[in-house]
């Protein structure tokens, strides 16, 4: 344990500083914003030290500190600004579709058809009984089959 003592107390900013690049770096190749905290907490922490010269203890608090801050206070609102989370459509982008318009592509039997949006057709449900030809608006999306009713 004694080991782990002596090397706390060789610290220097630097050693901050590159630990801060070597976590900023890494956030680049993931893109997950969890590396991002802790890197700019490390760049806190190597400034205070070569600016104030704290010990090694208080650079230990500083940086714990910092991370847990930065994670609670930041994060949300890079999080809200970079749209990161289960309210995009990036990988559903079937969602994007609600409330689109279309037409049958087929006639519905048994709740089931096919609708044409764009240049897709797509696999479609509804309650009410739908020709092929008339208009549909998408009203939910269930994996990759649309819930539609008539227009």
């Keep these: ?7 706390f107390q060789q610290l220097q900013f630097w050693h901050w500083l590159t630990l801060g690049l070597v ?3 890494a956030e680049l190749v993931t893109g997950s ?4 905290w802790p890197g700019v907490a490390a760049w806190i922490t190597g400034l205070a030290a070569m600016l104030l010269g704290v010990p090694w203890a208080a ?4 940086f714990a500190l910092a991370s847990i801050a930065l994670l609670l206070i ?3 609102l890079v999080k809200n600004r970079l749209l ?4 995009t459509d990036l990988n559903e982008p079937g969602r994007q579709l609600a409330g689109a318009m279309g037409v049958a592509a087929q006639a519905f039997q ?6 044409r949006l764009g240049d897709s057709e797509w696999l479609a449900v509804s309650e009410e009984a739908i020709e092929t030809g008339d208009s549909v608006k998408v009203v939910g999306v269930d994996g990759t089959t649309l819930q539609v009713r008539r227009v």
């Design 33 to 36: 914003t969890y590396l991002l």
């Design 23 to 25: 976590l900023l770096l």
């Design 74 to 76: 930041a994060r949300p």
């Design 110 to 115: 048994r709740g089931q058809g096919r609708v």
């Design 1 to 7: 344990m004694d080991w782990l003592i002596d090397a």
């Design 59 to 62: 650079q230990l608090i500083i």
């Design 84 to 87: 990161i989370g289960p309210d």
